[in-house]
């Protein structure tokens, strides 16, 4: 055995047996044993005097070695004319000329504990993991994820619960809500798949409504606020998937027809055209978001019966509607009933107040003594004007007196009187 093998041997850490090969010459002639392939053809210009370490590293030494001891394998070797160096291109099988990469670049032995009399593999063959691994660190250090893979997913067994995975759209991400999931979160009906969105950014539009129902895809399901256009010519529906989620619908749509929001199979909410509605989503159906009522949107408030209050979120009630009309309509003038005689007088519906204005009757004329002829006329009667509230009472009786009668002459008599009781 020669020393170049010796050193080779104890670069690996371990006694190759020296039964394989004699010296160098041995060894290249094994290398080239089975090298009629013509797919790989063995260029080696080896002179005596060179150490076969020149050419061949120590893992492709032993990885040789061991192999040949199976007596199943051609070795494939090429020339480095630029680096002067031999290279292992491949360990194939001689039946199926498959090659066997395992046996190739990782020997049972680098499988085994070091403690345990494995080999430790030499750190440039972990070069690609590494730089792998770092990638994939770095990438997750950026933010960013990966979307949905069939392929890995089948390779795991599905995606756990709780994972969350970009869309294809990088606009938001999908939740997975359940373990083992293979399904692929992104379809074109309204199929539960076991995710629900979470954090999307953006508005789905959909445009050319006429009549026939439309389903959302799930990509566009995603997005919080909705937007449907069309020249609607007859009712339709908008098929929503049944998730636990509220969305923002805006109805743009002309022409004849209605829109319903609605799930496959459960209830709906009516948009009306030129209006948006907020919708909630309860797993099955959907609902109408009832919000409290603001001076420009449409929503739940409550009743009050104040006259005199500054809120802006408080709707008056019928009551406090007609108060204040009628504090605001004081003094307005609904009718006007005159007597000349005794009689009963009703209000006018909707009186509150009366005036009352009542002229008695004057005293009657008389002449003067025939030393001195002349005639004086009868004083008149008095006025009286009043404000009476006519809530207080549905009816009254009016009394109105006689004026006063003509006498003798020297003689005045009294007029009448008015009552208003």
């Not at 009551?319 to 003094?331: E, F, I, Q, Y």
């Not at 007196?401 to 008015?418: F, R």
Request: glycine share 12%; proline share 4%; with cysteine.
């Amino acid at each position: 055995m020669t020393d170049t093998i010796k050193h080779e041997r104890e670069a690996q850490g371990k006694t190759i047996a020296p039964h394989h090969f004699s010296n160098e010459a041995d060894l290249i002639n094994r290398i080239a044993l089975g090298m009629t392939s013509a797919k790989f053809r063995v260029h080696h210009e080896i002179g005596k005097k060179e150490a076969i370490r020149d050419y061949l590293t120590p893992e492709q030494i032993h990885c040789i070695t061991e192999l040949q001891r199976a007596n199943t394998v051609f070795i494939g070797m090429g020339w480095d004319f630029e680096q002067r160096k031999a290279t292992l291109m491949g360990i194939f099988n001689k039946n199926h000329r498959q090659p066997l990469i395992e046996e190739q670049h990782l020997p049972p032995e680098t499988m085994v504990p070091k403690v345990s009399g494995g080999i430790p593999r030499s750190g440039k063959d972990f070069n690609g993991i590494l730089n792998e691994l770092s990638a994939m660190g770095r990438w997750a250090n950026a933010g960013a994820g990966y979307p949905f893979d069939a392929a890995f997913a089948n390779a795991i067994g599905g995606y756990p619960a709780g994972a969350k995975i970009p869309n294809v759209e990088n606009s938001g991400f999908w939740l997975n809500t359940v373990d083992n999931n293979l399904d692929n979160p992104e379809v074109a009906d309204d199929r539960l798949t076991g995710r629900v969105p979470a954090e999307n950014y953006g508005i789905a539009t959909l445009s050319g409504l006429v009549k026939a129902d439309v389903t959302l895809t799930t990509l566009q399901s995603a997005k919080a606020r909705i937007v449907l256009t069309g020249e609607l010519k007859a009712n339709m529906a908008v098929i929503f998937p049944a998730w636990q989620t509220s969305w923002t619908v805006v109805n743009q749509c002309t022409g004849s027809g209605s829109l319903i929001c609605r799930t496959k199979a459960g209830a709906g909410v009516l948009v009306p055209k030129g209006e948006s509605r907020e919708i909630v989503g309860d797993g099955s159906g959907l609902v109408p978001r009832i919000v409290n009522a603001t001076t420009s949107v449409a929503g739940i408030t409550q009743l009050s019966n104040a006259t005199h209050s500054d809120s802006e979120t408080m709707a008056a009630t019928p009551k406090a509607v007609k108060a204040l009309a009628d504090t605001l309509s004081g003094g307005r003038l609904l009718n006007i009933q005159s007597f000349t005689k005794s009689g009963i007088y009703t209000p006018t519906p909707g009186t509150r107040k009366i005036r009352v204005k009542c002229w008695c009757a004057g005293g009657g004329g008389a002449g003067m003594s025939k030393q001195n002829r002349g005639s004086v006329a009868g004083a008149a009667g008095a006025y009286a004007e009043a404000l009476l509230n006519a809530t207080s009472f549905s009816s009254v009786s009016v009394e109105v007196g006689t004026g006063g009668a003509a006498s003798a002459d020297g003689v005045s008599l009294d007029g009448g009187y008015g009552i208003l009781c």
